[in-house]
Every structure is written in structure tokens, then in C-alpha cells.
């Protein structure tokens, strides 16, 4: 014998919205290849692979988006890359 029990399950569904920020570092005359990748990795979790494409992509073009997030996620980084000396914007 089986037993059918209904039940109403009551849905809440929050939406939250955040602002995507774009973090941006721009070339220079100053820092080398290998400093630039090496703060992409350590600073952003950037695998070596992505570090050197942005790096590139940095030379040539002048700029690159390296990350994007909620704005308080990304200032400690541009925080960082900047220690480092190397030019770095939240867009």
C-alpha cells in the first residue's frame, strides 16, 4: 500500500547584485617580462600560461584586463601590483 502526502515547499530566492570590476594593468618602460609574470602569478593565481599572454598582450597593446570581481576582492591585488611597482587600475 503507498501513501501520497502533499506537500508546499516555499521557495525564497534573493537576488543580489554585484558590480563586476575589471582590474587593469598598464605597460611600462620599467619592469621586466619575467617581474610582471611572476606578480600575475603570485598576486593574481594567474597559471604561467595566463600570466605570460596577459604580459604580451600588456606590451603590445598598452593595457590588459587581468581580473575582474566585486571591487573589494580586487583591491588588495591592484594594492599588491602596485607595491610592485607596476601600474595597475580597477575599472
Known sequence: MQTH?????????????TEVRTLVVFNDEV????????????VCDH?????????????FKGKCSVKEGEFEALVPMRNEICRRGISAEIC
Open 47 to 59: 597559471t604561467p600560461e595566463q600570466a605570460e599572454q596577459c604580459t604580451i598582450i600588456i606590451h
Open 31 to 42: 619592469n621586466t617580462f619575467d617581474w610582471v609574470i611572476d606578480t600575475l602569478i603570485k
Open 5 to 17: 502526502i502533499e506537500t508546499d515547499v516555499e521557495v525564497l530566492e534573493e537576488t543580489v547584485e
